[in-house]
């Protein structure tokens, strides 16, 4: 395959949004749902059975992973710290992320074409894109593809998108 969407932090968030919600519905508890979002729902309804039929997390966490019985405390501790902390932060320093766009893809098109006709590195390209697991877009018929590109290499691609073969990441 070449791409895994798991990889693409905005996806990989929305999914985990989806599945946290659907395991509150289940567990309407939120220690239990990060319980099982770690472990699984299985173990950790395995540990409510064992409990005798607990659903406090409390009760339950000597029958879970040991992973998972640290994660929830972790989770608490890092929760209460980044709330709660006396933390002075310098707000004349900053880190400069670069503004993207998002465009969906018309072709096939490989990492190495990108990088000759917009400048840009490799590198950066896979950093920004990191679902595409072999530096190539590719093109299947229903299917939609994306490419996040930094605002002004975004208008350059789109401004010479004819200019990419279809098939095989050419330049025409």
């Known amino acids: 395959s070449y ?16 599945f946290l919600k659907d ?6 508890d939120w220690h239990l749902v990060l319980a099982a979002y770690n472990a699984g729902p299985g173990n950790v309804n395995k540990a409510i ?13 000597s029958y879970l992973p040991k992973e998972t019985q640290n994660y929830i405390p972790s989770f608490i501790a890092i929760n209460y710290i980044m709330n709660y902390n006396n933390i002075e932060y310098n707000t004349g320093t900053y880190l400069n992320y670069n ?10 098109i490989s990492f190495k074409t990108l990088e000759e006709v917009l400048k840009i590195t490799e590198e950066k390209i896979g950093f920004l894109n990191p679902e595409y697991k072999i530096k190539i877009i590719p093109f ?11 605002v002004k290499e975004a ?7 004819g ?9 025409s």
């Open 3 to 18: 791409v895994d969407e798991r990889m693409d932090p905005y996806k990989a968030t929305e999914a985990a949004c989806i």
């Open 155 to 161: 208008g350059i691609f789109v401004a010479n998108e």
């Open 163 to 171: 200019n990419f073969g279809a098939s095989n990441g050419s330049i």
């Open 99 to 108: 503004k993207t766009d998002t465009i969906t893809v018309k072709g096939q």
């Open 140 to 150: 299947i018929e229903g299917k939609e593809y994306t490419l996040k590109l930094p």
């Open 49 to 61: 059975r064992r409990s005798g039929g607990s659903k406090s997390f409390w009760k339950i966490r």
């Open 23 to 28: 395991l509150y519905k289940i567990y309407e």
